[in-house]
């Protein structure tokens, strides 16, 4: 079965430090995946997506996220952490089905809390 | 203008009543989804439209009812309301298939709470 797992529940970062959000995958086939980002009480909101080419995928609001396929991870980043980044963070991943054919299924992990301190 | 809006946004009832959540989106799109957002922030997915065809039904109690009156609305529909439905309930969009090449557009949310 396909699956995403984002090992850390939280992240904390100091305004203007380097962030990272981290994401492993487990697919069969090519994996097409996505970050999307929860402000509180809100939907979510799409950042990127990968689907093929470039390894390096920038996105919304400053974020980029490096698909990496030997580690099989798709890390989410950014140079310079925000206040107004502290927020929920799901990576998802497109499922499979039973005879190995692509769904319109997203399968997301259970969401990272990023909290930015000023 | 908002793309995707639901309502109502908060939704506090018995159990075994039956309620209903509506969506609509402007956006012009041909999919339409149902998602599930537990206490735990985990979210799953329900249900999923394309142009009024039912392409996705996952694995929830036939008391979930969707029903797609036009490509622009998406409701769900809830019999006999258990305290595990409480949740928060997310409509979404996306401009047609396969839905997952393209970004989805999330509603605010309904936050159902059975009591």
């Known amino acids: 079965a396909q699956s995403v797992a984002q090992p850390e529940d939280q992240v904390n970062v100091a305004e203007g430090n380097p962030l990272t959000v981290k994401c492993t995958y487990s697919?069969?086939?090519?994996?097409?995946l996505f970050w999307y980002v929860q402000y509180p009480n809100r939907g979510l909101q799409f950042l990127l997506k990968?689907?093929?080419?470039?390894?390096l995928v920038k996105g919304s609001y400053g974020f980029e996220a490096e698909f990496n396929k030997s580690q099989t991870s798709f890390h989410l980043k950014k140079p310079s952490a925000l206040v107004s980044d502290s927020a929920l963070y799901f990576c998802?991943?497109?499922?499979?089905?039973?005879?190995?054919?692509?769904?319109?299924?997203?399968?997301f992990g259970t969401g990272t809390l990023l909290a930015v301190q000023p | 203008d908002t793309a995707v809006s639901q309502t109502p946004k908060y939704l506090v009832t018995q159990m075994g009543n039956d309620k209903s959540i509506k969506c609509e989106q402007n956006l012009g799109h041909d999919t339409m989804y149902w998602y599930k957002q537990d206490s735990k922030k985990f979210l799953k997915i329900m249900f999923s439209?394309?142009?009024?065809?039912?392409?996705i039904n996952e694995t929830v109690p036939n008391r979930f009812s969707p029903k797609s009156p036009d490509k622009a609305h998406l409701n769900l529909h809830i019999n006999s309301l258990e305290l595990g439905d409480s949740a928060v309930y997310f409509c979404a969009s996306s401009p047609g298939l396969p839905a997952v090449l393209y970004e989805q557009y999330f509603g605010p949310g309904t936050r159902l709470t059975v009591t």
């Open positions: 990968y689907i093929t080419g470039d390894n």
């Open positions: 439209y394309n142009n009024k065809e039912l392409i």
């Open positions: 697919v069969s086939g090519n994996p097409y």
């Open positions: 998802a991943v497109r499922d499979i089905g039973a005879r190995g054919g692509a769904t319109n299924k997203l399968i």
